[in-house]
């Protein structure tokens, strides 16, 4: 399944699959079903129980509560504690998910995204014929809630990841920490995290007649208290249960834990969730300092607003330049036939069967800047566009079951030069095949980034020839 979180396709499931609990606020049983979708219709919810129900989507402009959990909301409609449920659907790869509830909200099982993640693996995953559009983040975007004393940041990254850190002033869990390196270890390090509360915490809600599906088996229940006989009578009446002791660690006698840091990564789980609703897959580096509902859906609506208002930049790609090359310019010239001063390609620093990265740095030394705008050296168009065809080249031959070819360029389509390339620019070289190669023909859509910016693009079809055996080359 790894391919699922690096892919450039949607996702949804194959067939539908149910699940059953009670609500751990409304104490209501409910029915859960997930459904396939078809593609950019997103994560959506539908109650069955409340007639011509609208469809509420996934999404941090449509939460309305977050006191006890991340609640969404259309009129008089609402879906309570969606965020185990988002988890499950994000950490598993899912893009596009139909979920429909007889009550007002997700079953909250033994507290953690596991059974959902079983109810998906039940249903499979499977690619959708549609493009995944991922949104990188190229600044760094900070949230602060000085009340709650939570500091959140979104920086650069080529992938999604979320590290978190937690500090409750509690003796027993003392200061932990979590860090979810690929979105693709979710299902086994994460999922089985279950929320916690602490006892205290826990009589107030009870006192308040809340959480009323409340039960010993769904949270870990963290007792910062020293254990007398009344707080075990305590315990006992609210959980109607005789035999409840209290762990030498500090919890509860029901579980042990899963992990050390549970709770830290139990509230990674949730940031996973909240984040969900931004709406758009992300490539960030997430880092959240005493995260909970409230602060992660203001901080998704802060990012939601920067990718709405940097749409542009979707799918940009990231170069880290201390990074060693996946092909030096030594490598790239027993690829290309191309030599100075026309071979236009310093390094690639990515490449699969159907994307490549090329890098150019520019220098005020070119020999095109002598003759084009003397005085004010303008990067020629044409040449950004030898640049690409020379990195799509390398993609195109490296795709042959032989080193043996030459590429040449058939014809260019959609050409648009849209800003001005200058001495001390780095141009970042995508080509991404629009096709898979045939007849030894390969088309492709060419970009030129600089920064966050898209300064060049055009579609260029080339042809895959094998050398002639008495060519020099």
């Not at 539908?16 to 609990?21: L, M, R, W, Y």
């Not at 993640?117 to 690619?127: G, N």
């Not at 003392?174 to 009589?203: M, N, P, V, W, Y």
């Not at 830290?264 to 490539?283: F, M, N, Q, S, W």
Request: net charge neutral; charged share 20%; glycine share 6%.
């Amino acid at each position: 399944m790894t391919t699922i979180f690096n892919s450039n396709k949607q996702h949804t499931l194959k067939k539908s699959a149910n699940i059953k609990g009670t609500g751990l606020h409304t104490g209501i049983e409910v029915s859960m079903n997930l459904h396939p979708a078809m593609p950019d219709f997103g994560i959506q919810f539908k109650r069955t129980d409340i007639p011509d129900a609208p469809l509420i989507k996934a999404d941090c402009d449509l939460v309305t509560d977050t006191s006890r959990g991340t609640t969404l909301q259309i009129g008089d409609v609402k879906i309570n504690t969606v965020e185990h449920i988002l988890a499950a659907l994000t950490g598993m790869g899912v893009d596009n998910c139909l979920i429909d509830l007889s009550a007002p909200e997700v079953p909250i099982m033994d507290g953690s995204s596991a059974p959902f993640v079983e109810l998906i693996l039940s249903a499979e995953v499977v690619e959708q014929n549609a493009e995944k559009i991922w949104y990188s983040i190229q600044e760094n975007i900070t949230f602060f809630d000085t009340e709650k004393r939570v500091e959140m940041m979104a920086m650069p990254a080529d992938e999604f990841q979320v590290t978190t850190l937690i500090d409750f002033n509690s003796p027993i869990l003392g200061t932990q920490h979590a860090s979810l390196k690929k979105i693709s270890d979710f299902k086994a390090e994460f999922a089985s995290c279950r929320t916690f509360c602490f006892i205290h915490e826990l009589e107030t809600l009870i006192e308040n007649n809340l959480i009323k599906g409340g039960d010993i088996n769904n949270a870990i229940v963290v007792i910062n208290e020293t254990p007398t006989n009344d707080l075990i009578v305590r315990l006992k009446k609210i959980f109607k249960k005789d035999n409840i002791a209290i762990s030498n660690e500090g919890y509860l006698n029901n579980l042990s834990l899963h992990f050390q840091n549970e709770p830290a990564r139990h509230k990674l789980l949730d940031v996973v969730g909240d984040l969900t609703l931004i709406g758009y897959p992300i490539k960030a580096r997430i880092i959240a300092n005493r995260p909970g509902h409230r602060s992660n859906v203001d901080f998704a609506k802060k990012i939601k607003a920067y990718i709405k208002k940097n749409k542009q930049i979707k799918n940009i790609p990231i170069y880290n330049p201390d990074l060693p090359p996946i092909f030096d310019i030594n490598a790239i010239q027993k690829i290309l036939p191309h030599r100075a001063p026309f071979l236009l390609i310093d390094k690639i620093v990515d490449i699969t069967d159907k994307y490549i990265l090329g890098i150019k740095n520019i220098s005020f030394n070119e020999w095109f800047f002598e003759g084009h705008f003397p005085g004010n050296p303008v990067m020629p168009g044409v040449i950004q566009i030898e640049a690409l065809a020379q990195t799509g080249g390398v993609l195109c031959i490296n795709n042959m079951p032989l080193d043996n070819y030459n590429t040449y360029f058939l014809k260019i389509d959609n050409c648009k030069f849209k800003q001005i390339v200058r001495p001390g620019d780095t141009l970042l070289l995508k080509m991404e095949l629009l096709s898979p190669i045939r007849r030894g023909i390969c088309e492709m859509r060419g970009t030129v980034y600089v920064g966050n910016k898209i300064v060049t693009e055009a579609d260029l079809t080339a042809s895959i020839v094998k050398k002639d055996k008495n060519s020099i080359i």
